[in-house]
């Protein structure tokens, strides 16, 4: 099992900038693809970003050309750095990783909270 810690979230003005940073435990996370997920008040929580273990990367086509994921190994850390912040980003920020093609870890972490608001 991996543990997942969120952090670097804040309040933002529209147009701003953060750097989110995942520490992950477990000596085999390099193995892993991450992704970076985003919940909104309500039920629904949204993939916007993903890595592969070979560098790789997704995006969704809402933060696409503003958001750019990445990773260092030897930290096992992934990173979210989000430019152009409009309000609609605004949620709570998570991070997970699959350990099988198309599955992700059940436990999640306590997430970073994102608030962009003039």
């Known amino acids: 099992q991996v543990q997942f810690v969120e952090s670097g979230g804040g309040l933002v003005q529209p147009g701003g900038s953060l750097r989110l940073s995942c520490a992950a435990s477990?000596?085999?996370?390099?193995?892993?693809?991450v992704g970076w997920y985003r919940q909104a008040p309500g039920p629904q929580r949204e993939l916007v970003a993903v890595?592969?273990?070979?560098?790789?990367?997704r995006y969704a086509d809402s933060v696409k050309g503003r958001f750019t994921i990445s990773r260092d190994n030897a930290k096992n850390t992934v990173y979210l750095q989000m430019n152009s912040l409009e309000s609609e980003d605004t949620a709570v920020y998570y991070c997970?990783?699959?350990?099988?093609?198309?599955?992700?870890?059940?436990?999640w972490g306590q997430g970073t909270q994102v608030t962009v608001s003039s």
């Open positions: 997970n990783a699959q350990f099988s093609p198309g599955n992700w870890f059940a436990s």
């Open positions: 477990g000596s085999i996370f390099s193995i892993y693809t």
């Open positions: 890595i592969s273990s070979g560098g790789s990367t």
